[in-house]
Every structure is written in structure tokens, then in C-alpha cells.
């Protein structure tokens, strides 16, 4: 009897499953798969008439490949079990360190400055013309001694007191 063979890739646990009928829904699926395990994510593409079964365990997902292969009837339609494909690997940068390069954000473009547009007065160009900086004042005041800025910052309203030692 035909069987369908399971990938090498042992982190693939998705199985696809085409000729859906325009009337199944992600219930249909769940229903036809959700004894085989724990299922982690329904996509149905109906448009395509397909959907995406991805299970948590791969030993789930091989029982359910094993089972449904030519067998799988959902709503009356007969439909195509196949393992799905693999999103892990690109030979491209596998095969070429040059290309795996140009992906590294150090070789992205320098973004677009525009200094001659300042609408709000936020800050002048600074003095290379790139940029801009920001107008602080040299000195901000100090607070005053021993003085709490906000009450939240003051243990006592909250109903903490100091302990006192009495030294014997």
C-alpha cells in the first residue's frame, strides 16, 4: 500500500492538505486532525481550496500523515495529504558568505536627512549640517536639600516610620 514518505527534516511538523471544497472550514480540519495530537495552528487558504495543519510534536504529525494518506475524506471530497516545506533554511546564504553579508544591517544605507525643513522650531542643524541637536539649558537647578520632589517618594505617607535603637 503507498505511503507518504516523511521528510529528513526532522523540525517540519506541518502537513498540508489540498482539494478542499469551497464550503470546509478550520472546524472541518480540526475535527478530521485533532486525534492524532496536539495541533499548534489551523491555515486554511480558500481561495486555494488548501490548508496548513501544524502540529507541536513531528511524532503527531506522522501519525496523521500516516493515517490520512489516501484516505481522508472531509465533507464528502476526497483530499491530498503532503508533508509540508521547510522555512528554516536558504541555500543562498548557505552556499555564498559574500551574499550573507549584504544582509548584515551594518551594510544598509545611511537614512535620508532632512535639515531644511524645521516646520516646528524643534532645534537647529548642528554645526557638521547633519542632525540635530537639542537646546538644553547649560545648568539645570539643583533641588533643594533634604527636600522630597514628589510624594510618592515620601516613605512616611505610605505609614513607614524610622525605627529607633536604644543602645543599653
Known sequence: ??????????????????GLDEGVGEQDIKNAFYAYGEIRSITLVAKQGCAFIQFTKRSSAELASEK?????????SKVTIRWGKSHGKTPAIASSPEMALDMVPGHLPAPP?????????????????????MNLP????A????????????????????????QF
Open 113 to 133: 536627512i532632512e535639515v531644511s525643513k524645521n516646520y516646528f522650531g524643534l532645534a537647529a542643524p548642528g554645526p557638521s549640517g547633519g542632525g540635530f541637536a
Open 68 to 76: 490520512t494518506f489516501n484516505k481522508l475524506l472531509i465533507r464528502g
Open 143 to 166: 533641588p533643594p536639600l533634604g527636600a522630597l520632589s514628589y510624594p510618592s517618594q515620601d516613605p512616611s505617607r505610605m505609614g513607614a516610620q524610622a525605627q529607633q535603637h536604644q
Open 1 to 18: 500500500m503507498p505511503h507518504l514518505e516523511a521528510p529528513e527534516d526532522k523540525m517540519i511538523t506541518t502537513l498540508y492538505c489540498g
Open 138 to 141: 547649560s545648568s539645570l537647578p
